[in-house]
């Protein structure tokens, strides 16, 4: 089973749909702590703050942005 994080910058509505379709999953879960890949949704801070958050696991986690903003350099 996959474990995913999500973190989201004022996207309250994509943040909802992702979980809800990452739940009724029956290989992806939801886990906060020691997730497999992180999505962040939002621009390059939104990412940045997810590198952060998770910066003592970078080694081995799978970083996936997802740009909602007007110019995004990472995202």
Do not use: W
Request: zero cysteines; a negative charge.
């Amino acid at each position: 089973m996959t474990k995913i994080a999500i973190i989201a910058n004022n996207r309250e509505k994509v943040f909802k749909k992702l979980r809800e379709a990452i739940e009724a999953s029956s290989v992806l879960q939801i886990d906060d702590e020691n997730p497999d890949i992180v999505i962040a949704i939002g621009g390059d801070e939104t990412l940045m703050s997810a590198f952060h958050k998770y910066f003592d696991q970078i080694d081995h986690i799978g970083f996936v942005g997802i740009h909602t903003g007007h110019l995004g350099f990472y995202t």
